[in-house]
């Protein structure tokens, strides 16, 4: 199975009645996303904002972001696959192994509890962050995620959706889509794409030292990845666009300053929900913008004559 089933922001405010937090901690990383969109608005089917909404937090932790939830389910580290898979078989009516609940940190109860009320929601949405997509397991976190939110809707609408970080993320999974095919982890090298989580994504090509370059736009890895894959931007030449130093910018051959987007440059962005949003600066930079810098590094770089590697000589027979 692939895809996911999702929806915009707007009708998380009018419709959702349960909202779960998987993975990400909003009130610090997107403080505006309780007030705004899930929490406290008041929507149209959820005329008494609060009131008729329940929150679900699940974390290794507890972060801020419980003392607003609900009910806050603490799973032990790596342990999000398996929780996922258990909650699929209950919603299903499936017998599980007591053994392997254990394994999570929390108790059937709990996990039954968690499957009976969504189960029950009228509109149910699951948010997930890079607590569930970063840690073992990544992509298949994910996509089991969104498996279980797809099987849901067999019982009542049931949506997922990303909790995005940086700037426009989305809308580079956006174009990777409808350009490629596939939102990230293509490989481009032999004229095609070729698509293989953990092979081609990013990070795993940082942390096994496969790529001898590096050109970041719009993000700061440097800030959010492993050691090791932080360490190997560091010995390699990365070449960071970017209107203002960053953790990566520090580490880079190269700083490229860029006048910022919305504010000096124009655009468009993509929310977390895929809802585009065209971007009319009120201002003016000095600084070119990141496509005036991309097409001239293009233009350079079609000049240079192609390398080619040299022929073996012929073997003597």
Request: charged residues 25%; hydrophobic residues 40%; positive net charge.
């Amino acid at each position: 199975m692939g895809g996911k089933v999702t929806c915009t922001l707007g009708e998380v405010k009018n419709r959702a009645d349960l909202i779960v937090y998987w993975g990400g901690n909003p009130a610090e990383c997107h403080p505006r996303h309780f007030t705004k969109y899930t929490l406290t608005q008041k929507g149209k089917f959820i005329p008494k904002g609060r009131k008729d909404r329940t929150m679900i937090l699940v974390d290794i932790r507890e972060t801020p972001s419980a003392k607003a939830a609900d009910i806050f389910l603490q799973v032990r580290p790596n342990k999000d696959f398996e929780m996922l898979s258990i909650l699929r078989a209950l919603i299903k009516g499936q017998r599980v192994h007591a053994e392997r609940v254990a394994e999570t940190g929390l108790t059937l109860e709990q996990l039954t509890d968690f499957a009976e009320r969504m189960k029950k929601a009228r509109f149910g949405v699951l948010f997930f962050g890079m607590g569930l997509s970063m840690t073992r397991g990544k992509h298949m976190n994910s996509a089991a995620l969104l498996s279980l939110a797809a099987e849901l809707n067999a019982f009542t609408k049931f949506v997922a959706m990303p909790m995005r970080g940086h700037g426009n993320v989305t809308g580079g999974d956006v174009i990777m889509r409808w350009t490629t095919g596939y939102p990230f982890g293509v490989n481009l090298s032999r004229g095609y794409p070729r698509f293989n989580p953990g092979e081609f994504s990013t990070v795993d090509l940082l942390l096994r030292g496969d790529n001898d370059a590096a050109l970041i736009l719009g993000a700061d890895p440097g800030a959010t990845m492993p050691q090791p894959a932080i360490d190997h931007l560091a010995r390699i030449p990365t070449i960071v666009l970017d209107p203002k130093v960053t953790h990566t910018s520090r580490l880079s051959r190269v700083h490229i300053t860029t006048a910022a987007t919305g504010i000096s440059a124009p655009g468009t962005v993509y929310r977390m929900d895929e809802i585009p949003l065209p971007l009319r600066p009120p201002l003016k930079s000095p600084y070119p913008t990141d496509e005036e810098v991309v097409r001239r590094i293009y233009k350079a770089v079609a000049k240079k004559p192609m390398w080619l590697p040299p022929e073996e000589p012929a073997a003597k027979g």
